[in-house]
Structure formats: structure tokens, C-alpha cells
């Protein structure tokens, strides 16, 4: 076992000393290798990652929305149907919910209105998320007036703003009283915006859904499930045509490994022909070859995957997250959490590493079953 051990450790002091000589090319290939696995990977990575930030945040959103459609139009929903939902046996909870849009002229962007149930907010006062507060350089107690559906002018005094820690979903946020809200829009006592609905048993939720699509037929019903699939789709979407846009680099990257890999130059068929004439097996040969282009795609992959790591999750992604983020005056400004998924390594490894490595394979034994003297001349 020693011996072998022996063996494989010159053969790689061998190949690094190889690959040494032939700096310039190794170097060159070394950091066109890199960006490719750079950018590849940071896309990857990314996409993962927001992708766990949207389940994250849906996790504690309601199992069911039930909202009112008319003529093929979300309307609002009277409360009376509330009294149907909680008659159907194995909800546990159904409350509506008030909320909607507002533009502001001053900032040139939109708010979501809310009514927060729990804590509940004082008429008059408003809470506000961090991408209203920088937009507005809003600080507490000042005040922010803005036409009701009336033109009537209603006043809101700033109460406090939302920690940053939760801008991914409360940038944009505007939190008022249900009076001010219903004030706002011109909504009347009774009406909701939409009803959210909890389930017991959450392996019920699709024959809950049923009943109460059943029990009212007027309505359209939104699971959380769909929600997420929908996110799901989007970044898929969204990943694939940066992907698309970059194939032309990722095509000319291929070609590029392919004819360093396949193609020999004269003085690296005069290596192992005097590797052959000193007594080197053929076998000997091409593990050679081989931990020399190995040696080139590990580093490449390790690099290029530690650059895309400290990208994504240090750097904020700034070359890819207007397309896989998406954009607005209001746009949340967070950090995502790192998180690596094996399998996601394993196949960015696989499509990276493993065709370099075995790309090699054919040309060197194609040099090293040829007469060493013929090699040579």
C-alpha cells in the first residue's frame, strides 16, 4: 500500500512540475475555466437561495385564500361568507383581510396597504417598511398625507418603521388602521379584500378547498402550494434565460477545453515519448495526463466556486440580481442566507470537472501506443 501511495505522490509532483512548465497555457486555461464555473455557479447559487427565501416566507402565510370574482375579476368579499367557511368541518380559523395598493406621487412608487390583526394600529398612525423610509427619508412623527378615493386629504403620522431584517417582505409595506383603510378606498363595513383561511390537518387541504369551492361557487380559491409553484416557475424561468444568454460563452468555453484537452502539442508529444523511453508504462502515462488535467479543473472548479460564494452571499450577487431578482423603486435591500446543497455541487462537478478530465484520455493514448522513437523524431 505504501508503494502505491508512493507512486500516485510523484506521479502528481510529476504532473504540477509539468504543468509548470508550461505556465502560459495553464494559466490561460486556469482562468477561462474559472469564470465559467464563476458564473455558472453563482447563478445556481442564487437561484437556490432565493428560492428557500420564498418558501421561508410562505411557510407562515395562510393555507387557503379565498377571494370574491366577478365577472373574472377579483372583487370584494362580503363577510357574511365567513360564516360558510367556518362551517365547513376542519378549518380552524377564517379572518378577512384588508389590503391593496397606494401611489405615491412624491416617491413615484407603489405601497401595499395592509391592516395588520395583531398588533393592531392606532387611527392615524402608520407603520412603514424600509424601502418607504428611504424613499421618503421618513422618520417617526412626521407626517404623510395622501388623497382618499374621495379627494379628501387623509393624514397619517409615522409610528415606527419595520426592521430591515424582515425587507425582503415588508419593504414596500404601508400599515394602517382598518378605519383609515376603509376611509382610503371608500370600503364599507363588511367587505374584505380577501379571507384567509387555517386547516387543521394540513393533508387536508385540498378537500377543504373543494368544500369551500363548493359552498360558494362564487369565489376563486388560492392555495399556498400554487403560490409557491408559481415563485418556483418564475425563477425557473428567470435562471434559464440567463442561462440561454450566457450559452454562447458556455459553447465557446467547450470548444475552447475540448481543443486544449484533445489537442497535443508537439512538445508534450516529445514528453511522453521520452517518458516511454525511459521505461514508463502506458497506463503510467495517461494517469499522468490525467492528474495534470485534473489538477487544472479542481482548482478551477474550487475557485471559481468559492469566487461565486463569496458573490452571491457577501457581495450581493450585483452582476446577476437585477435579472433574477427582479427590480422596483421599492426594491427590498437583504442578505441572503448561504446555504449549499450537495446535490447542487455535485452535478455543477460533474458537468465542469469530468468531461476536462476525461477529454484528455483519448489523445494521450492515441501519443503514448506509438513507438517512442517515432514520437521523438
Given at each position: 500500500?505504501?508503494?502505491w501511495l508512493?507512486k500516485?505522490?510523484?506521479?502528481?509532483?510529476?504532473?504540477l512540475?509539468?504543468?509548470?512548465r508550461r505556465?502560459?497555457?495553464?494559466?490561460?486555461?486556469?482562468t477561462?475555466y474559472?469564470?465559467i464555473?464563476?458564473?455558472l455557479?453563482?447563478?445556481m447559487?442564487?437561484?437556490?437561495?432565493?428560492?428557500?427565501?420564498?418558501?421561508?416566507?410562505?411557510?407562515k402565510?395562510?393555507?387557503v385564500l379565498?377571494?370574491?370574482?366577478?365577472?373574472g375579476?377579483h372583487?370584494l368579499?362580503?363577510?357574511?361568507?365567513?360564516?360558510?367557511?367556518r362551517?365547513?368541518?376542519?378549518?380552524q380559523?377564517?379572518e378577512?383581510?384588508l389590503?391593496g395598493?397606494l401611489?405615491?406621487?412624491a416617491?413615484?412608487?407603489?405601497?401595499?396597504?395592509?391592516?395588520?390583526?395583531?398588533?393592531r394600529?392606532?387611527?392615524?398612525?402608520v407603520?412603514i417598511?424600509d424601502?418607504?423610509?428611504?424613499v421618503?427619508n421618513?422618520?417617526?412623527?412626521?407626517?404623510?398625507s395622501?388623497?382618499?378615493?374621495?379627494?379628501?386629504?387623509?393624514?397619517?403620522?409615522?409610528?415606527?418603521?419595520?426592521s430591515r431584517e424582515?425587507a425582503?417582505v415588508?419593504?414596500?409595506?404601508?400599515?394602517?388602521a382598518?378605519?383609515d383603510?376603509?376611509r382610503?378606498f371608500?370600503?364599507?363595513?363588511?367587505m374584505?379584500?380577501d379571507?384567509a383561511?387555517?386547516?387543521?390537518?394540513?393533508r387536508?387541504v385540498?378537500k377543504?378547498?373543494?368544500?369551500?369551492?363548493?359552498?360558494?361557487?362564487d369565489?376563486?380559491i388560492v392555495?399556498?402550494?400554487?403560490?409557491?409553484r408559481t415563485?418556483?416557475?418564475?425563477f425557473?424561468?428567470?435562471?434559464?434565460?440567463l442561462?440561454?444568454l450566457?450559452?454562447?460563452?458556455?459553447?465557446?468555453?467547450?470548444i475552447f477545453?475540448?481543443?486544449?484537452a484533445?489537442?497535443?502539442?508537439?512538445?508534450?508529444?516529445r514528453?511522453i515519448?521520452?517518458?516511454?523511453?525511459?521505461?514508463?508504462?502506458t497506463g503510467?502515462?495517461?494517469l499522468?495526463?490525467?492528474?495534470e488535467?485534473?489538477v487544472?479543473?479542481?482548482?478551477?472548479?474550487l475557485?471559481?466556486y468559492l469566487l461565486?460564494?463569496?458573490h452571491?452571499f457577501?457581495?450581493?450577487?450585483g452582476?446577476?440580481?437585477?435579472?433574477?431578482?427582479?427590480?422596483a423603486?421599492?426594491y427590498?435591500k437583504y442578505?441572503?442566507?448561504?446555504?449549499?446543497?450537495?446535490?447542487?455541487?455535485a452535478?455543477?462537478?460533474?458537468?465542469t470537472?469530468?468531461?476536462?478530465?476525461?477529454?484528455?484520455?483519448?489523445?494521450?493514448w492515441r501519443?503514448a501506443?506509438v513507438?517512442?522513437?517515432?514520437?521523438m523524431r
Amino acid at each position: 500500500m505504501r508503494v502505491w501511495l508512493n507512486k500516485q505522490r510523484n506521479l502528481l509532483d510529476f504532473s504540477l512540475s509539468s504543468l509548470s512548465r508550461r505556465r502560459g497555457k495553464t494559466l490561460g486555461m486556469l482562468t477561462v475555466y474559472t469564470s465559467i464555473v464563476f458564473v455558472l455557479a453563482s447563478v445556481m447559487l442564487f437561484s437556490h437561495a432565493i428560492r428557500r427565501e420564498a418558501a421561508t416566507v410562505l411557510a407562515k402565510s395562510p393555507e387557503v385564500l379565498v377571494q370574491r370574482m366577478v365577472a373574472g375579476r377579483h372583487d370584494l368579499i362580503p363577510a357574511r361568507h365567513l360564516d360558510a367557511i367556518r362551517g365547513v368541518r376542519g378549518v380552524q380559523s377564517a379572518e378577512g383581510r384588508l389590503w391593496g395598493y397606494l401611489f405615491d406621487p412624491a416617491a413615484a412608487a407603489n405601497y401595499t396597504l395592509m391592516v395588520p390583526t395583531n398588533p393592531r394600529i392606532e387611527p392615524g398612525k402608520v407603520v412603514i417598511g424600509d424601502g418607504v423610509v428611504r424613499v421618503r427619508n421618513a422618520d417617526p412623527g412626521d407626517l404623510m398625507s395622501f388623497r382618499a378615493h374621495d379627494g379628501s386629504l387623509v393624514q397619517f403620522k409615522v409610528d415606527h418603521a419595520i426592521s430591515r431584517e424582515s425587507a425582503l417582505v415588508s419593504a414596500d409595506l404601508f400599515l394602517v388602521a382598518e378605519e383609515d383603510f376603509r376611509r382610503l378606498f371608500g370600503i364599507p363595513a363588511g367587505m374584505f379584500t380577501d379571507l384567509a383561511v387555517s386547516v387543521r390537518n394540513p393533508r387536508e387541504v385540498g378537500k377543504i378547498a373543494e368544500k369551500i369551492d363548493a359552498a360558494l361557487p362564487d369565489t376563486r380559491i388560492v392555495l399556498r402550494d400554487e403560490i409557491l409553484r408559481t415563485y418556483e416557475s418564475v425563477f425557473d424561468w428567470r435562471e434559464g434565460m440567463l442561462l440561454v444568454l450566457l450559452a454562447g460563452s458556455i459553447l465557446a468555453f467547450a470548444i475552447f477545453s475540448w481543443e486544449k484537452a484533445s489537442g497535443l502539442s508537439a512538445e508534450e508529444r516529445r514528453e511522453i515519448g521520452i517518458l516511454k523511453a525511459v521505461g514508463w508504462e502506458t497506463g503510467d502515462v495517461i494517469l499522468l495526463k490525467m492528474l495534470e488535467g485534473l489538477v487544472v479543473s479542481l482548482s478551477a472548479f474550487l475557485v471559481g466556486y468559492l469566487l461565486a460564494y463569496a458573490h452571491v452571499f457577501h457581495l450581493g450577487a450585483g452582476l446577476f440580481e437585477p435579472v433574477l431578482k427582479g427590480w422596483a423603486v421599492l426594491y427590498p435591500k437583504y442578505r441572503l442566507t448561504p446555504f449549499v446543497d450537495e446535490l447542487q455541487v455535485a452535478t455543477l462537478f460533474f458537468f465542469t470537472v469530468f468531461p476536462y478530465t476525461v477529454a484528455t484520455v483519448v489523445p494521450i493514448w492515441r501519443a503514448a501506443i506509438v513507438d517512442p522513437d517515432q514520437v521523438m523524431r
